[in-house]
């Protein structure tokens, strides 16, 4: 029995390396580009435990996943949410954070697709109540700007959001890269956020993203933020794959390409 699971094992293990495509880590950072996972692609955004202070409160973070899939040409679905494990008295043990269900689009194809100018994409979608935390629903559209050089990459977001508590939110967003082709790739991101009725944070992260292969990329980031009069600290560190999927996403590629043309 032992034998049979680690031949399977192994056989799905290689399978996932064999079908991966190459990935663009968009972890470690809070913002996104404005590039989208391709049409029957699963792309998997994976930190396995990372650390959180923010004044006299610590938090893991374990895991902290997000799920793309490329519905069609240009469009990913998302769902992403973490779990949190409270490490001071007074916060819940565990709980379900940040869940939120998205689609995003590229708007204008550019240096992201290998064509000339700006990418330009947009992302919305719905905030879902958490677990032990975060109740009620709300919303979320952010457009996206990137631009990528032989120097480096850039990427600015703009969000607007309807908050969980039915509050404005707003949130601007920084993120350099390094050279493209360089295999370790030094990255930065810096954001302001208000929410216009309980807080403001500013915070900057540093750190890395290692392209181990064209299908694996590994991140790693230090943040530093300041949330009303306390400070904050981060440490982030996960793996971005993704690979193909076949006959099931095939379908519901069909379908939801279908419904779209009814639109027209």
Request: net charge negative; charged share 20%.
């Amino acid at each position: 029995m032992r034998a049979a699971r680690g031949v399977a094992a192994f056989a799905t293990a290689a399978v996932l390396t064999l079908c991966c495509r190459e990935v663009e880590a968009y972890r470690p950072f809070d913002g996104t580009d404005a590039a989208v996972a391709e049409t029957g692609e699963m792309e998997i955004e994976l930190g396995p435990i990372e650390y959180l202070r923010v004044g006299a409160e610590r938090t893991l973070l374990a895991p902290d996943l997000r799920i793309n899939f490329g519905l069609i040409p240009g469009w990913e679905a998302a769902l992403e949410g973490k779990l949190t494990h409270g490490l001071t008295a007074g916060i819940p043990d565990t709980s379900l954070v940040e869940s939120q269900a998205l689609l995003k689009g590229v708007l204008r194809e550019g240096s992201l697709q290998d064509k000339s100018g700006p990418s330009i994409a947009t992302e919305f979608g719905v905030l879902l109540p958490g677990i032990n935390d975060q109740h009620g629903t709300g919303a979320v559209l952010n457009g996206i700007v990137s631009q990528r050089w032989d120097w480096g990459t850039t990427h600015l977001n703009v969000q607007i959001e309807l908050t969980r508590q039915q509050h404005a939110d707003y949130f601007l967003d920084t993120i350099i890269e390094g050279p493209h082709d360089w295999p370790v790739r030094p990255v930065a991101e810096i954001f302001y956020e208000s929410d216009v009725s309980l807080f403001r944070t500013g915070s900057a992260l540093v750190g890395a993203i290692w392209q181990v292969q064209d299908n694996i990329a590994v991140d790693f980031g230090v943040r530093g933020a300041r949330i009303n009069s306390q400070t904050a600290g981060e440490i982030r560190a996960g793996v971005t794959f993704a690979f193909g999927v076949t006959k099931g996403p095939d379908i519901l590629s069909g379908l939801v390409a279908s419904a779209l043309r009814g639109f027209h």
